[in-house]
């Protein structure tokens, strides 16, 4: 899987995600919600990791398995509470920025792209911003309430993007399934199991598909884009943030929220540029 082909379907499997974020954090709070996609995910995994050999690290390694599982486990734990608070378009727009971070950060460490493929990537990320917009004035409690996850949104931008970029650093060190063990297996034992033993951990029925499906597409995001990081962390970092314009349209789709005529330009700019990216590379 191309780091282009990686980055667009990483893209697809985080937009459900981020849907079933929305209304498994209203149903049962973030903590809770963020528990069991952890625990769904490490389900998945186990059979993989149980049949892969233990792969021999050294600190290098460690360190940004580290970093990946821990800023993943962090940053969806913001994302969530962003999410019971905030629009999903809104949100979800802000978190996209996090390719823009870590392919920023893999440009500093030292990956060289054309002037011909950076301009493309500064045109993806124009899109994201543009789709981010917003057009109408809220209420002074939904000011109230766009503020918080607006910050909530750009803190997990932050850290999910330096998790981005580790994921992508180890991907070709590390097999696959031990990429994505850390930060599910920390979820499970920092969040999950302590909810557990104070009796706060919740589960209704109406979350259960939601936390079972949030779960199931999440990981397989982080497994696209692991897989599509081996050919390019800038370039799939900022494909990813797709995630933005095509929340945006399945947020209006499935719960009324409003797309002006900024974000249908944001959309539009991200697809010719993803158009011109996919002629640019092999």
Known sequence: MGAITGGIVASLMWTPAALCASRSSQLIGAPSAV???MTVGLVLISPTVLLTELPHLHAGPIALLAVSGGGNMAGLLLVYAAMRVGKVSIVVAIVATEGAVAGVIA???GEVL???VGA???LVVLGVILAARREEEPSR???RHTGRATYLAIGAATVLGASLYATGKVSTEVPLAWVLLPARLLGVLLVAIPLAISSRLKLTRAALPLVLAGGTFETLGVACFTLAARHGIAVASVLVSQVAALASVAAYLL???RIGR???LGVATIVVGVSVL????P
């Open 114 to 116: 054309s002037p011909a």
């Open 107 to 109: 440009v500093i460490g």
């Open 278 to 281: 996919s002629a640019l590379l």
């Open 141 to 143: 409690a939904g000011r």
């Open 35 to 37: 528990a069991w996609v």
């Open 262 to 264: 900024t974000q249908v």
């Open 120 to 122: 493309t990537l500064a």
């Open 255 to 257: 719960f009324g929220e």
